[in-house]
């Protein structure tokens, strides 16, 4: 099966500082990688999204790249806010529609 | 936006007994909903894909019938824990793909489950 893995599990910076997550999959059968946004006792918010045929993707500070062939995709926040703090998620997602999510990665910000 | 909406919220239950979580599609239609599982400070786990109209399918390790899923229409699922214990207990998340299949997934706001 799909097996995803995400680094760092824990990131701090300072705010306006940029922040990078890294996430890698096995299953090439995966052409849908969204990234959530969690915040404590809350459900997992979608914050941007990428699909296979795209290598790049930009929503104002936050951005997705992906190499599809080397099987990693990325999330890019810049000038980073203390309400950016929360733990993100990484997702492989198959044609069907199966997910599979990265162990998330804690982001402080610091003010 | 699309809406997925859980009940209850929150549950309490005794070690023994069965609790059924429901999630349902607000605004739109979902051939397709997953059931997953969230430990504290942890990822989410699938346990299984609920297909309207067929047979869930579980992921490895996730036990069917202690975790009875039916996905009775194009707008709801449902989970039941059955002869629940405090291991149980847990953060159950639900989620749903927009018709047709492939489309976007949309998360429930989850089910704190505790058993005593």
């Known amino acids: 099966g799909e097996n995803v893995e995400q680094h760092p599990s824990t990131l701090s910076v300072q705010e306006g500082d940029s922040a990078v997550i890294k996430c890698t999959y096995s299953?090439?059968?995966?052409?849908?990688f969204p990234w959530y946004k969690q915040e404590l006792g809350k459900r997992p918010q979608l914050i941007i999204d990428?699909?296979?045929?795209?290598g790049e993707k930009k929503d104002q500070r936050i951005a997705v790249t992906l190499n599809k062939t080397a099987k990693h995709f990325s999330l890019h926040i810049t000038e980073t806010q203390p309400e950016d703090s929360a733990v993100y998620f990484c997702a492989a997602i198959t044609n069907a529609g199966k997910s599979t999510f990265g162990d998330g990665t804690t982001l402080t910000v610091k003010p | 936006g699309a809406v997925v909406s859980q009940h209850p919220s929150w549950v309490i239950c005794k070690s023994g007994t069965s609790v059924k979580i429901e999630c349902r599609s607000l605004?739109?239609?979902?051939?397709?909903m997953f059931w997953y599982r969230q430990f504290p400070k942890q990822s989410l786990m699938l346990m299984a894909t609920?297909?309207?109209?067929?047979?869930?399918?579980?992921e490895q390790g996730v036990e069917k019938d202690k975790f009875l899923i039916n996905h009775a229409s194009l707008t709801l699922s449902t989970l039941t824990v059955t002869s629940a214990h405090p291991e149980d207990s847990s953060f159950y998340i639900c989620s749903a793909i927009r018709d047709p299949p492939g489309g976007e997934q949309y998360f429930g706001p989850g089910t704190r489950l505790t058993v005593t």
């Open positions: 609920s297909n309207e109209g067929s047979k869930a399918t579980y």
């Open positions: 990428i699909r296979s045929n795209v």
């Open positions: 605004d739109f239609q979902a051939t397709t």
């Open positions: 299953d090439s059968a995966s052409n849908y």
